[in-house]
């Protein structure tokens, strides 16, 4: 649709059309299903609203519109909201904390991380509220719902903390395995010259590591939420496309 967006689930064929304040859920070949936006869809700019972005689970049960870093309308608004799209229609709840900052949500739709009213991170899962001070601004859940990252890696399963030492994650396999962009060890610092590398999250480990030309559509497409990156699940090739 002009001027709309389209986001899919990963595991099963469902994805949500959004535009002119009003969303389309496909579900297979099932007919399209109108359910209403909320919050999110009567904001100005509607779904296309830059203070979310829009995610769904993995395997299509729950829609989340996730706080952003931005803050460009001054109504008072939830951290995050979501939708349960196994019933008909879709359910929305709205978690019940300000936005204030980031939003992620797990692989499963169950946990969202988000940043709470004493600007903590904190796991909130139903009515169940976990603080999770070691991390600040999460960003994302990786695929496989083992870690949690922000301006560190968070074990979900053994509950440590592994830096990332200024590194931007740009995309993560099923195995953990991390596409980043960072700083170049093998040139001097003053050079200023960056790589990318493949990186376990597990063990800090870089498997390979990438010599790159930052050219300017580079810049837009790594820091102006433009392009996108994809990493092969048998982690010896990456895409990257520049928009």
Do not use: C
């Amino acid at each position: 649709a002009p001027g709309g967006q389209i986001v899919s689930a990963a595991e099963a064929p469902v994805w949500v059309l959004f535009g002119g304040g009003r969303g389309l859920l496909f579900r297979g070949e099932e007919p399209a299903e109108p359910f209403d936006l909320g919050p999110v869809g009567a904001a100005k700019n509607g779904p296309m609203d830059n203070d979310y972005r829009w995610e769904l689970s993995r395997h299509g049960e729950v829609l989340a519109a996730l706080g952003t870093n931005s803050h460009t309308n001054s109504r008072r608004r939830a951290a995050a909201y979501l939708w349960d799209l196994a019933t008909r229609p879709a359910l929305l709840r709205t978690l019940p904390f300000d936005h204030v900052s980031t939003a992620a949500l797990s692989p499963d739709g169950a946990v969202v991380a988000l940043v709470g009213h004493d600007r903590q991170t904190v796991l909130a899962e139903g009515e169940l509220v976990t603080p999770l001070p070691q991390l600040r601004k999460p960003r994302q859940f990786t695929p496989s719902g083992r870690f949690l990252l922000g301006d560190v890696v968070w074990s979900l399963v053994d509950h440590t903390s592994r830096p990332l030492g200024g590194a931007t994650v740009l995309a993560v396999t099923q195995d953990d395995l991390a596409l980043v962009y960072e700083d170049d060890p093998t040139k001097m610092p003053a050079m200023n010259r960056h790589r990318f590398a493949l990186r376990s999250l597990v063990t800090g480990e870089a498997r390979w590591g990438a010599e790159i030309d930052e050219t300017t559509e580079l810049v837009r497409s790594l820091f102006g939420h433009r392009g996108g990156f994809a990493v092969d699940e048998r982690a010896g090739l990456f895409a990257l496309h520049l928009d």
